[in-house]
């Protein structure tokens, strides 16, 4: 059975009539997806060692002293009508919106361990999460950025899965879904830029710099990039994973101003500069893209990067957005907020 389980978290494979599909996306070049700019992802093999020896042996406070509470899901807060889109955040890159009276959930990965290959484990911040699923109301959209296990899981799709009308996904992401048991019917695969209107909400999927793959086998076989939702009273973004460069003012000329955006900021390393967006950079992303008010996310679920303590992320963000006058939030883990939240206290101290 376990065996089974580990095959099952690779996902589905490329067959020749889904790489002829993907041939078709200008972003398909080579017989893999490209990042918009050149940018080398692929670490040469020989820096993997010491990256492993940095990740192991670095101890530096890479995890709370104890486990992160997270607040109980409130249903009444969350679903009571509102004009303004409503938020939650689980840690990491999980959020949970309310929109228009829809409920829709972006990167799910609400497991206990983002390493489920064997031997080394990356154990969550938080206790129980995947029991937070049943109290959730239904999906009517769940919305994912790109392959990675740190945002798409495959215990919490297979809970989820019950209650989920949609899925818009990243392109390449749908063999995944499918593979474990998801109606091909329910998924809409994105490439950057495509558009979907769900009654009176706009969702554009916009680009990002970063990579993709489960297995040593499909690095790049799927895309990435973040979710805009437009709505006749907010435009809200969310940026996906993915280092600095310029599509952050293309995506603020083409879509913005945001009224809010979450932020990549977190689980950044010099060898993962270019995918990986560093506190200062993920505010100067944001004001790049016209946001008004904005929050770190990519933060506070797991250890995955050797160089930053766990609450490094947030408190270099603060600093920064203080110092460039950017109106920021930090919502507890599981609190319900809006845009006009003013919740900045440093909770994790």
């Known amino acids: ?27 398909w070049k080579k017989g893999s997806f490209q990042n918009l ?29 104890s486990p992160l509470p997270i607040l109980p899901f409130d249903k009444n807060a969350f679903l009571v009508p509102s004009e303004r889109a409503k938020f939650i955040w689980y840690g990491h890159s999980v959020i949970l919106l309310q929109l228009q009276g829809k409920t829709l959930l972006i990167d799910p990965m609400l497991g206990p361990d983002t390493t489920p290959i064997p031997p080394i484990a990356t154990k969550r911040f938080s206790q129980n999460t995947l029991s937070f699923i049943e109290d959730f109301p239904t999906i009517d959209v769940l919305l994912l950025t790109h392959d990675h296990y740190d945002h798409l899981d495959y215990a919490s799709i297979q809970q989820l899965k019950s209650k989920t009308k949609k899925y818009f996904v990243a392109l390449g992401v749908k063999r995944h879904l499918v593979s474990w048991g998801v109606s091909p019917d329910l998924i809409t695969e994105f490439d950057w830029w495509d558009t979907q209107i769900l009654e009176d909400i706009n969702i554009t999927f916009t680009p990002t710099q970063h990579f993709s793959g489960r297995g040593l086998t499909d690095r790049q076989k799927t895309l990435w990039g973040g979710w805009a939702f437009k709505t006749p009273t907010e435009n809200i973004w969310f940026s996906g994973d993915g280092g600095y460069n310029q599509h952050f003012k293309t995506i603020g000329e083409r879509l913005g101003p945001f009224d809010f955006a979450f932020m990549e900021c977190g689980q950044y390393n010099e060898d993962w500069r270019p995918v990986h967006l560093f506190p200062d950079e993920s505010v100067q992303a944001a004001i790049d893209a016209k946001v008004k008010k904005t929050m ?35 919502p507890a883990l599981g609190e319900v907020f809006d845009v006009g939240f003013e919740g900045r206290e440093e909770w994790w101290g």
């Open 37 to 65: 700019v050149d940018v080398r992802v692929v670490m040469p093999f020989s820096k993997f060692p010491g990256i492993i020896y940095k990740q192991l042996s670095s101890n530096k406070n890479k995890a709370p002293k």
């Open 296 to 330: 770190p996310v990519h933060w506070a679920g797991f250890a995955l990067s050797y160089e930053h303590t766990w609450s490094e992320p947030a408190e270099v963000f603060v600093k920064t957005a203080i110092d460039k006058k950017m109106a920021y939030v930090l």
């Open 1 to 27: 059975k376990n065996l089974k389980m580990f095959f099952k978290q690779f996902g589905g494979k490329v067959s020749k009539k889904l790489a002829a599909q993907y041939e078709q996306s200008p972003n």
